[in-house]
């Protein structure tokens, strides 16, 4: 079962580089997410979308795009990377019906901005 | 708004010994609360999860979690600590705000085991 896939699993970028991080899920989920870790504050939410063609913003979108034209793929854009944006990124996703519907996760994005 | 603290960001135990790692949460509706576990560069995985249904809830590699409304705590035990318990551990209730879904995650504590 592939879940959710997210690529690349590394990158290096450098500052005011622009990349994109593939996120795929095969479980017609309609929700997905990203969020980045960093150090001593879990995970935050970037950006989220409920079906093909809605997004919108999470805790911490600044710097970030993402867009939903299939209820499989979500990528997320970094437009100018910047240092700041060194984390890693999980893509997730999980059907809408249900508040109690588990989340699912990739197994992770490591983006370092030099 | 919901939110939750996972007191102690690190915590050392001797194999064999009881895991305790405590979660409180903060919501102003009933909660939907999750434990993940992250093994080294690795994603998250799913323990457990409290949906309003029993209030001791029993996850995968024997771990599980009580749900205490009076003491809005959600704390994750095992009673005997295995090498391969030693990950960093995450706490998170759902936040339901104007219609998204999204889990609101603590800081995370990092379960060591001795030998």
């Known amino acids: 079962n592939a879940g959710v896939t997210q690529t690349p699993k590394f990158q290096v970028l450098k500052t005011g580089q622009s990349m994109t991080l593939q996120c795929a899920q095969d479980?017609?989920?309609?929700?997905m997410s990203w969020y980045r870790q960093d150090p001593g504050m879990g995970l935050r939410l970037i950006h989220y979308?409920?079906?093909?063609?809605?997004?919108d913003q999470g805790e911490v979108p600044n710097g970030y795009n993402v867009s939903r034209s299939t209820t499989e793929d979500f990528p997320l854009r970094l437009l100018s990377a910047a240092p700041s944006q060194t984390s890693v990124y999980f893509c997730a996703s999980s059907p809408l019906q249900g508040s109690g519907n588990t989340i699912y996760f990739g197994e992770g994005s490591w983006l370092t901005v030099v | 708004a919901q939110s939750v603290t996972q007191l102690g960001s690190h915590v050392s135990v001797s194999e064999g010994a009881l895991v305790l790692l405590r979660c409180n949460y903060s919501s102003s509706v009933p909660p939907y609360l999750f434990w993940y576990v992250q093994y080294p560069n690795q994603g998250l995985q799913l323990l457990l999860k409290y949906t309003s249904a029993a209030t001791l809830v029993k996850g995968i590699n024997g771990f599980e979690a009580e749900f205490k409304k009076s003491e809005t705590s959600f704390h994750l035990t095992k009673p005997s600590a295995h090498m391969s318990d030693a990950a960093e551990y995450f706490c998170?209730?759902?936040?339901?705000?104007?219609?998204?879904?999204?889990?609101?995650f603590g800081s995370g504590t990092r379960l060591q085991v001795q030998p």
């Open positions: 479980m017609n989920h309609e929700y």
């Open positions: 998170a209730v759902i936040t339901m705000d104007t219609g998204r879904r999204a889990l609101t």
């Open positions: 979308s409920v079906g093909a063609g809605i997004t």
